[in-house]
């Protein structure tokens, strides 16, 4: 993710020709979309983590994704992905780790978050957990201060390796795109069906030891009515964010390219009326447009 993928460690308002080497560029229909091209990326500045190192544990050729979000920087989650997608295996991980880590600790480059971001969703790799472990390691060995941040869409948290390997993190940033079932599924499209329910309560289960992170729009796909920022989806919304009770909120708007072109991206004044509301509610919230 990316932010799987909203933009949460990729540089914001910056000429997206200084970051290329970053990426793998895939034109389809006038888009432009991205895909990280190798494991390790970075570290890049971030508003929101600082100097951030990042982590893609997924395929570099193609998406692979439990959610197909209809802004999505890197596509639309294809059909039979499980069989498309090349995973990276664990020691590949490891190894890649073995030898940047050293590299930018020379440099005296040091990232003030290690960050499990890329291309899809990073719980989705079966073995997250022993990934999150090996990091955790190499962490402490090079770069101690470092926080441990992972991007994830909530999905998978009800599998037991995911939560155990999540509760590992010193920055869970997990994204609530929506108040209601149905805007959800309109948004964020998941390959599995009937799973907002069971995404809301894995969230609270984390007792507000979590960080939301929701994206912002208008427009319409496939015609029907995208718009999460409506009184009553943002009432809803609120209602979550309630029984959460998360360390604070990110709201950001649209800034890459998206899979559609039908979509609104708000002013910052716009989302800013919307944290004005989570505040007012007593609870954190940082806006990044």
Known sequence: MNDCRGTIISPMNENIHK??????????????????????????????????????????ETKYCTFDCVYCECGW???????????????????????????????????????????????????????????????????PNAKLTVLSNASLIKRPHVKEALYKFDNRILKLDAGSEEMFNRINRP???????????????????LIIQTLFFKGEYAGQIIDNTSAEEVELWLGHLKKINPRYVMLYGLDRETPTKTLIKLSKSEIDSIAKQVRTIGIKADVYT
Do not use: C, W
């Open 77 to 143: 989650t294809h059909a039979n992905q499980e069989k498309k997608a090349k995973l990276f295996t664990r020691t590949q991980i490891k190894e890649a780790m073995e030898k940047r880590f050293p590299e930018l600790l020379e440099q005296n480059i040091i990232p003030e978050s290690i960050t499990f971001a890329g291309n899809g969703e990073p719980t989705i790799h079966p073995e997250f957990l022993g990934i999150t472990e090996d990091t955790i390691k190499l962490r402490d060995t090079y770069f």
């Open 191 to 209: 390959v599995k069906k009937s799973i907002f329910k069971e995404i809301l309560n894995e969230l609270i289960s984390f007792d507000g030891n």
């Open 19 to 60: 970051y290329k080497k970053l990426y793998l560029y895939t034109k389809i229909k006038g888009i432009l979309f991205m895909l990280f091209n190798e494991i390790i990326f970075g570290p890049i500045k971030s508003r929101r983590l600082g100097t951030s190192l990042g982590i893609n544990v997924l395929p570099i």
